[in-house]
């Protein structure tokens, strides 16, 4: 079970970035999440759920730095158009890694891999996340209520970087590239 100190530095991360604490802490505290501002602090890589899993992954093989990866599951959304009929939404699901503000521009090449990668990445400089407290993660199975599925794939905590470097993301995505088969990251 995680420290009330990993749940402190979450809080930490998440008011530094300039959510609400008591907004924070209630949304955590009952199983939800909080509304977490994206571009003052820091920005967001989303890439895709199969690419990010197999690049946390390789961070942590090659002992690479990195920050927190968030889980957010595909799902289908179900709707009813104006006649009454059933509508699907269909969105894929994603990994978000918290980086530097500042360094979309520095984006490293990953040798030959720009056309995949625009088909499985996008940057988030502004915006909002929803996250999870850090005891919602893949290691103990928890859930929040209602919500998407989110959970911590790598927590905000103590002994965790509070961000990933773009250089160490680049070279774990490019990993994740090579190890995955074509079905996974879409037609080469």
Known sequence: MLSRTAFERALDVAV??????????????????????????????????????QAVDELRTRRLPHGPALLVPSRVEVTLDEAGREEEAHYPGYVEFVVPRGERAHWPPLRGRRRELKLISQWAADGITYWPA????????????????????????????????????????????????PVAVGAR
């Open 16 to 53: 530094e970035a300039g959510a609400v604490e008591a907004a924070v802490r209630g949304a955590w505290t009952v199983g939800g999440v909080a509304e977490i501002p994206i571009g003052a602090r820091w920005h967001v890589v989303r890439v895709a759920e199969a690419v990010g899993r």
């Open 134 to 181: 850090p005891i919602i993660n893949t290691y103990t199975g928890r859930r929040t209520l209602g919500g998407d599925g989110r959970t911590w794939i790598t927590v905000p905590h103590p002994l965790v970087s509070s961000m990933t470097p773009p250089e160490a993301l680049a070279s774990g995505i490019a990993a994740a590239l090579e190890e995955l088969t």
